[in-house]
């Protein structure tokens, strides 16, 4: 079997450096990527699970590539003893996010500094909402209405401007719907069959995506993303109750793009709806049979999954690796928006990121993964 799958990896391999080789030759331009070579020592490369298509492709005989969630890798290097040697790795891509709460729990801790500043972004992903046709009335409707929950400190979005691939609502509104708990609170005739809300996503204690897709709550609950720690503890705020109810609707935190399968494949009658990554949803959606029956909903404020590269150390050939044009396309392939180039197939191309990632700062985000480990987690 080992052998089996060696073997398709090498056949693999020989068809993507063709295919890479016939295009440079007919284009002039140089495809490939930036070799590693020039050393005996092995580099280790630490990528995000949300990387595991474009990073697994990487690995020759001098870059080892380890695919790893996010909390995992984050909670090695900021050991106050971790170094180069102890764990064993050279780069990290990982949003820019996270990369500076380890910085940042490192200094707190007066440990030395290990981890260098995120290099440029390499790649974006927006945090999206994908629920079924049969859903999205329901939704619209009460968002547009305004008619959920209490007013919090400011409600920008709240409207629904269209739907499908389109649709926009906030993430203020979403809450709402989530902590009703049930569809008969909200839809009072139809939504007596519908049962308890259903929701999944990821893991904010340890995945990218999940600690992302917590503070896109966060930021949408207040209407801004320069949050400071006493408006998360405030009760005053309501904050906290309003995350509360929100999170109980939660079906699932494991795997988000399995939930989106299981909504895919069974409808509502797995998940009403799924908060993912755009770059992982594209891949399910392309081709997928039920296509037509869900719509992707990109709440506002719009946030973002910001990619970049740290190294311990100088190392220039990781650098010269994740800039490479070949990289880019690869993470292209994959959903990501990387590059200048055309966004990728079936994300919205209209859509117009903000600047920066549009989450609260990496201590806050670092606070809301303890929230999330010590209160909210189920």
């Known amino acids: 079997m080992v052998g089996a799958r060696l073997v398709a990896v090498v056949v693999a391999l020989g068809l993507v450096l063709g295919g890479l080789a016939v295009r440079q030759y007919r284009s002039g331009e140089d495809l490939s990527l930036p070799s590693l070579g020039g050393s005996d020592r092995v580099v280790n490369l630490v990528c995000i699970q949300e990387l595991a298509t474009v990073c697994q492709g990487l690995e020759t005989e001098t870059l080892k590539v380890t695919i790893e969630a996010a909390g995992v890798t984050a909670d090695r290097l900021s050991g106050a003893d971790a170094s180069?040697?102890?764990?064993?790795?050279?780069?990290?891509?990982?949003?820019?996010?996270?990369?500076?709460?380890?910085?940042?729990?490192?200094?707190?801790?007066?440990?030395?500094?290990?981890?260098?500043?995120?290099?440029?972004?390499?790649?974006?992903?927006?945090?999206?909402?994908?629920?079924?046709?049969?859903?999205?009335?329901?939704?619209?409707?009460?968002?547009?209405?305004?008619?959920l929950g209490q007013p919090g400190p400011e409600r920008p979005g709240d409207d629904v401007a269209k739907s499908g691939v389109q649709g926009v609502t906030s993430w203020r509104c979403i809450g709402d719907v989530m902590g009703s708990g049930?569809?008969?609170?909200?839809?009072?005739?139809?939504?007596?069959?519908?049962?308890?809300?259903?929701?999944?996503?990821?893991?904010?204690?340890?995945?990218?995506?999940?600690?992302?897709?917590?503070?896109?709550?966060?930021?949408?609950?207040?209407?801004?993303?320069?949050?400071?720690?006493?408006?998360?503890?405030d009760d005053a705020s309501g904050y906290g109750q309003w995350i509360t109810s929100a999170t109980s609707s939660l079906a699932s935190v494991n795997n988000s793009a399995n939930a989106l399968s299981s909504l895919l494949a069974a409808g509502p009658a797995a998940f009403d709806f799924v908060v993912i990554g755009e770059a992982a949803s594209t891949t399910l959606l392309n081709g997928a049979a039920r296509r037509n029956s869900v719509v992707a909903l990109y709440p506002t404020p719009t946030t973002t999954i910001d990619l970049a590269l740290a190294t311990l150390g100088e190392n220039k050939k990781l650098k010269e690796l994740v800039e490479a044009k070949q990289m880019k396309k690869t993470l292209r392939d994959a959903g990501w928006r990387a590059g200048s180039d055309s966004p990728p197939q079936g994300v919205k191309a209209d859509l117009v990121l903000p600047k920066t990632d549009g989450l609260p700062p990496a201590g806050i985000s670092e606070k809301l993964r303890g929230k999330w480990q010590q209160e909210l987690g189920r």
């Open 182 to 233: 049930r569809w008969a609170r909200l839809v009072a005739q139809t939504g007596s069959g519908w049962g308890d809300i259903k929701v999944g996503w990821d893991n904010p204690g340890t995945s990218a995506t999940g600690l992302a897709t917590l503070g896109s709550f966060t930021t949408g609950y207040f209407g801004r993303s320069d949050i400071d720690a006493l408006s998360i503890d």
């Open 84 to 147: 180069v040697q102890s764990t064993g790795i050279d780069g990290w891509i990982a949003p820019v996010s996270w990369i500076e709460m380890v910085r940042q729990k490192r200094a707190r801790a007066g440990a030395p500094p290990l981890l260098g500043t995120a290099g440029p972004v390499i790649a974006r992903t927006p945090i999206i909402v994908v629920t079924d046709n049969a859903r999205i009335t329901a939704i619209s409707s009460k968002c547009k209405e305004g008619a």
